[in-house]
């Protein structure tokens, strides 16, 4: 049974990098699949962040881009999310995610708050 | 405002039949790009319900059915039960955004 768990500073102070990280059991990530991040605005709909694949490869969402990496950690079973300068518009819920070749995201973490304040 | 459209809510009374839409463009459904459809009741992530259009995943009643017409797709959901109130999104991927994935604003379930 696939399961994935977001970890990672529940605060950010404002203009700093949020890293958090995506800890995936049942599935060995080096095996297959993209690896994603969609974030969530409470109150509000869903946003992709972006996506890896298990070589390594890279897909951003456009808009945030020049803000993000995403990094794969086979040894551990993990993956990562880097998001600098933060500001209060990237308050969200962050999901990690499974998605096959342009399908559809088939298992989700819990979802990890974070604020963004001084 | 999103790529994907759909109507903000729908509501319908128990045992009745609700469609939610999902209107694209030719950079994504209309280019060949599947839709999936999600699940997301309160307090909860995101369940994946139909993949490809009209596959249901694993687990799910075939209740939630989806479909297709030109540049659009449809989450169906007959026989109405309180347990599915809350958010439904659609998704796809998009060629004008470097193939990105892209969401549906998002459509609130109420149940009568």
């Known amino acids: 049974h696939v399961q994935l768990q977001e970890s990672g500073p529940g605060l950010v102070r404002p203009s700093e990098t949020l890293s958090l990280t995506c800890s995936v059991s049942?599935?060995?990530?080096?095996?297959?699949?993209?690896w994603g991040w969609i974030r969530q605005p409470p109150g509000e709909g869903l946003e992709w962040i972006g996506n890896?694949?298990?070589?390594?490869?890279?897909y951003y969402n456009p808009s945030l881009k020049s803000r993000v990496t995403i990094s794969l950690d086979p040894s551990k079973n993990q993956f990562s999310l880097k998001l600098t300068s933060m500001t209060a518009a990237d308050m969200a819920f962050y999901y990690c995610?499974?998605?096959?070749?342009?399908?559809?995201?088939?298992?989700w973490g819990q979802g990890a708050l974070v604020t963004v304040s001084s | 405002q999103s790529v994907l459209t759909q109507p903000p809510s729908v509501s319908g009374a128990p045992g009745q039949r609700v469609t939610i839409s999902c209107t694209g463009s030719?950079?994504?459904?209309?280019?060949?790009?599947?839709v999936h459809w999600y699940q997301q009741l309160p307090g909860a992530a995101p369940r994946l319900l139909i993949f490809?259009?009209?596959n249901r995943q694993s687990g799910v009643p075939d209740r939630f059915s989806g479909s297709k017409s030109g540049t659009s797709a449809s989450l169906a959901i007959t026989g109405l039960q309180a347990e599915d109130e809350g958010d439904y999104y659609c998704?796809?991927?998009?060629?004008?955004?470097?193939?990105?994935?892209?969401f549906g604003g998002g459509t609130k379930l109420t149940v009568l």
């Open positions: 995610a499974r998605a096959e070749f342009w399908s559809g995201f088939d298992y």
């Open positions: 049942g599935y060995s990530i080096n095996s297959g699949f993209y």
């Open positions: 890896i694949y298990h070589s390594g490869t890279t």
């Open positions: 030719s950079s994504n459904i209309g280019a060949g790009y599947d």
């Open positions: 490809g259009y009209t």
């Open positions: 998704q796809s991927y998009d060629s004008g955004l470097s193939s990105s994935a892209i």
